[in-house]
């Protein structure tokens, strides 16, 4: 049973979730971890992150020591986390069932842990979805800037 699965089956999910994030953030990190270089994709949005004035951001916050998850940006304030998805187009790691399943797993859990996860490709690190996220940050919930984004487009 996926994580996911088992939170929603479970009666007492507000308590045990609560209860196993404070087990897990107590959990001192037992390996260190090298450094891995940004992606191109990561550059850019920085770069557009900088550029447009956006708030302070963690790059590759975790958000359950346990299971080694982390996003690749992260506004903790907000709880508004930002996933740069790469390798869409050279079958990478996301376009593999298990890939794919353990993305699953790591964005519902985090859904239930209050994070609101944006996941964008390479189509999408544009100025136009950057402010979109930046306003969010700055407590804006209702996004006017993003209108732009969906133009040509049926929202249902």
Known sequence: MNIAAALLSDPK???SVKEAIRRELAKPR???RIPRQRSPLELRFLELWKLHGGPEIIEEHR???SRGWRFDFAHVPSLTAIECE???YKGGRHQTR???EDDADKYGFAMFLGWMV???TSKQIKTEWVLSLI???NGVQRLPVAAPLFQGRAIA
Request: charged content about 15%.
């Open 118 to 120: 944006f996941r964008l």
């Open 135 to 137: 306003a969010r940050c």
């Open 98 to 100: 298990k890939g794919m």
């Open 86 to 88: 790469g390798g869409l």
């Open 30 to 32: 037992t390996t260190p």
């Open 13 to 15: 999910v507000n308590q």
């Open 63 to 65: 958000f359950f020591p």
